[in-house]
């Protein structure tokens, strides 16, 4: 190996690291499918990482670009909010309608303002 093959050994060695530095992370990608995106966000995260998200009130994790988020909410009739959202009957009084495909259409609701909130 001559010293001028070298530069390009080490650059070819370092080429994926490289890249993996200037390219944009999948999971910001929103042109991404969700499913992909979540699976590499979750590999980007270490434990504690996924053990602070799942309480209630996350603090913000600036190497990843997760903003804090605050407050406890289950949807189980609409999501909780301090902005004006639909709140729908109990889970009981749903049930009562025996109607699975308006229960449907009801969880497609609160779940598109879940998101936008």
Do not use: C
């Not at 050994?9 to 910001?28: G, M």
């Not at 991404?32 to 699976?39: C, E, L, M, S």
């Not at 407050?71 to 909780?80: D, E, F």
């Amino acid at each position: 190996m001559t010293l001028r093959m070298i530069p390009a050994a080490l650059l070819l060695s370092t080429l994926p690291a490289l890249l993996a530095q200037t390219t944009k992370p999948r999971y910001t990608d929103p042109s991404q499918p969700i499913d992909a995106r979540v699976a590499d966000l979750i590999s980007q995260m270490t434990l504690e990482e996924k053990a602070a998200e799942l309480n209630h009130l996350s603090s913000r994790n600036d190497r990843l670009h997760i903003p804090a988020w605050g407050g406890w909410n289950q949807t189980l009739h609409g999501v909780w909010s301090k902005t004006p959202t639909t709140l729908f009957p109990t889970a009981i009084g749903m049930s009562a309608t025996w109607d699975p495909a308006l229960i449907h259409t009801i969880t497609d609701a609160m779940s598109d303002e879940a998101r936008a909130l």
